[in-house]
């Protein structure tokens, strides 16, 4: 039982058959397609990320990881992209930053934005932001409270005006017995 080599094949090209050039033109044209088609999609999801999903992603993950101090002044802040670097300006001094988003919660947040983004990130955080929340960085009220009554009284809302006082503690006579 011996093996007889095998018979020479002769080599086939698209010069010789017009059906295989077509054949192989028609390849070339729907690979060309689906490479136009896929491109836009193979782009990273971070691509198409806007600063505010970028904030609800971060923010969450930092207080799912159990900061939730940080988390809310992440949450708070002016978020945007500098370059390809997503970066953050939250509404507190640069100490209060620092002291609130310690090295733990900076690597949750660094982690949240590299998933987020598809690729590895380092958030850019500094202070001296406003607040995103409330316009002015005032505080929201509730409606009905005793401290919104006090802040609709247009006394208070000219000291607020002429001396940049702030409502801190309000003691309501009103409903007390």
Do not use: C
């Amino acid at each position: 039982m011996g093996s007889a080599a095998p018979a020479a094949m002769p080599h086939i090209t698209a010069q010789s058959r017009p059906e295989i050039a077509a054949l192989e033109a028609v390849r070339a044209e729907v690979q060309g397609e689906v490479q136009a088609e896929v491109l836009p999609e193979s782009v990273s999801p971070g691509a198409r990320l806007s600063p505010e999903d970028l904030s609800a992603a971060i923010s969450a993950a930092v207080e799912a990881a159990g900061h939730p101090m940080a988390a809310n002044l992440l949450r708070g802040g002016r978020w945007y992209f500098e370059g390809s670097q997503p970066a953050v300006q939250v509404a507190a001094s640069d100490f209060t930053m620092k002291m609130t988003l310690g090295s733990e919660p900076l690597k949750a947040a660094n982690a949240a934005a590299g998933q987020a983004l598809g690729r590895p990130a380092k958030l850019k955080i500094s202070g001296g932001g406003e607040a995103n929340g409330a316009p002015n960085g005032k505080p929201v009220r509730k409606p009905g409270t005793s401290t919104s009554r006090v802040a609709e009284d247009p006394i208070v809302q000219k000291m607020q005006e002429v001396f940049g006082a702030e409502i801190r503690t309000v003691i309501d006579y009103q409903n007390k017995k």
